[in-house]
């Protein structure tokens, strides 16, 4: 049995940063992403990570979010620097066994209980 806890989700206002951390434990992974969850709105991409450096990024981030980790330690960290009121959501971490499309979230096998991001203007 695989478990994902995140961490790191706050409150802050636009212009700062936040670091999110997923700890998984049980066998390791092949890959692990993030995505986001706005009310009433479907649970979209991210970013991810297949180890042990290959990574991908929905537009909308790119440049101000990084995806990292340590397979080793079993943990994967999203990196939101220059954050926006639209990057308000909750974020779940998620984990494949094999390698999938890992933009969509079908392709995980495995999902934390997500962490809230908030970002005033």
Not at 19 to 34: D, Q, V
Not at 73 to 87: R, S, W
Request: aromatic share 12%.
């Amino acid at each position: 049995q695989v478990h994902l806890v995140e961490s790191g989700g706050g409150l802050v206002q636009a212009g700062d940063s936040l670091r999110l951390s997923c700890t998984t434990s049980g066998p390791t992974l092949f890959a692990m992403g993030w995505f986001r969850q706005r009310p009433g709105q479907e649970r979209e991409f991210v970013a991810s990570i297949m180890w042990p450096r290959s990574t991908d990024y929905t537009e909308a981030v790119k440049g101000r979010f990084t995806i990292s980790g340590d397979n080793a330690k079993k943990t994967v960290y999203l990196q939101m620097d220059n954050l926006k009121p639209e990057d308000t959501a909750a974020y779940y971490c998620a984990a494949a066994r094999r390698f999938v499309d890992f933009r969509l979230p079908g392709g995980y096998d495995y999902w934390g209980q997500g962490t809230q991001v908030t970002v005033s203007s």
